[in-house]
């Protein structure tokens, strides 16, 4: 099937192998012509400055800002287009905001950092809902050459604090509370919590009320958004100019180890890596609507809500609420009625519509859209098959990390028609110099069946993180290794490479189990169970063994649970379970175990917590659990696994 890829037919032509090729062996004038596709003040003097690896500065001696490509730029062609479509299901308000209402509402939030001392350099914490506030203070601090640090609204004090500390924000922007499935959660209590337990301290927090939640004032120390606006309705605050180096924003990564790393991206580099992905990857054209179903607290939220849609003159829909409320239908009528050309979501989300009654996926007219894509952990095959039947769209799986801040591996319909394979991400994306390696030679392999480290040979592309905030030895010590003089980075997962130069992720590294000297990825079980057709989801750890070192052990939520009558039947869903794994994988992937719960513990971004779920099953401790979305599924396992 052939889809119609608009704006793009230049490039499309061109020969993947070509593109990626020369975007490797020709790094200068590859990038020296993305760099186009976004507004310099000044222009680069140097594409990449790899003299001190694996530190790479992109685009060096050029001057610009994030926040004038996403929104001032655009006001020449587009001034009364949309910008950003809120949507709240939690409080039904809708409200699209035109590129010439962004820009107003910009410039008061950057007016009001500016009247509580914000200045270039200095670090903006913000910790917010899904509001429209969010947004305008993210661009406001790039405009003002601030640097946010976004905290995701879910997480609680003692993460909060962490942030705080390692940040050290000269201001804070938050609300009174957020709202998840009718439930206000009150963020106000956790801040005042997460600035008592850290050691730094902000002069100022500034708070947009929403009146969803009560929200005591600290006299002297916070500042209410809606009084201070009204000061600033006509000030124009014009944009900082940067280097294209200068940072725009650091993001936490969950690290299940040792503090949260805050990931540093750049200015310019981020920039033309967002513009050029637009055009090669999501094929987003100005004038049209992308919708990205995650959370600002999220790099996807970052990239794909905020600065790439924009910088691409789209219209960018920030959404807030469950996909399932008031029904399962709610995110395609958004696609029908903003005609959303682009859309992005991630596995788990679709796991949970799968759930739902699919007559909702033909309601509604969803012919504007022209792909779907996923990312942030393994499509799995079933999921894949059954969404992209239920949509007739492509279904583009692309693997990143929020250190990279846009895809490595895709496919890059921009420039290539060829097919996504189900359970493949795609190919290495265009400035990614992806090797496979031998874990413990570091050897580069050539592909077929053998399993290897994915690496990126130095440098990362312009976009990618710059380093560990105020810790470049983390940085190198972390993801990087010299092999034979060549700087290479780990992206810490398991993958393959078939004939055809598609890649398979087979899970983290730190997730790799080992039975009886077989390595095995818990995807690749994880896949084989959740292929029979009572199993909804389910998570498969390594837990210790005396005799084999360790086994898996699979925690599966059964689709319809009228059928777990009592113990016999579970134990005839098991053996039916193992019997599928025997059969797909080998009696040596087989799991010890399957347990049957209601849900899995999941952080709240959606990601399974197997460490947690390994640690209790070998009765650890479980370790910073401040990610965890609903603790008794933890419980479960610990009363099935104890019981
Ligand atoms: P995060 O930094 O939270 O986005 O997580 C990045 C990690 O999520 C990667 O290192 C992978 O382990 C996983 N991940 C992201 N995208 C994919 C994908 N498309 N397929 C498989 N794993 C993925």
Redesign the pocket.
Known sequence: MRFYWSGNEETRMTNYADFHRRSIEDREGFWSEQAKLVDWQSPPQQVCDYSNPPFAKWFVGGTTNLCHNAVDRHLKDRADQAALIFVSTETNQEKVYTFRELHTEVQRMAAVLKDLGVQKGDRVLIYMPMIPEAAFAMLACTRLGAIHSVVFGGFASGALASRIEDSAPRVIVSADGGLRGGKAVEYKPLLDEAIRLSAHKPESVLLVDRQVAPMPLVEGRDRLWGPLREKHLNTSVPCEWVDATHPSYTLY??GTTGKPKGVQRDTGGYAVALAASMKHIYCGNPGETYFSTSDIG??VGHSYIIYGPLIAGMATIMYEGLPIRPDGGIWWSLVEKYKVTVMFSAPTAIRVLKKQDPALLSKYDLSTLRALF??????DEPTAQWISAGLGKPII???????TGWPI?SICKGVDDAASKFGS?GKPVYGYDVKLLDDQTGEELAGGDVKGVVCVEGPLPPGCMQTVWRDDARFVSTYWKQLSGKWVYS???WGVKDKDGYFY?L??TDDVINVAGHRLGTREIEESISSHPNVAEVAVVGVADQLKGQVAMAFAVVKDASQLTDEAAALKLEGEIMKLVDRDLGAVARPARVRFVTVLPKTR?G?VLRRAIQAVCESRDTGDLTTMDDPAALQQIRDLVTG
């Open positions: 990564t969950s999220w790099v996923l990312a942030g952990e393994p499509l799986d692309n693997y990143w990390q929020t250190e591996l991400p992206t810490f997962d992720i899970g983290r971004s990601k």
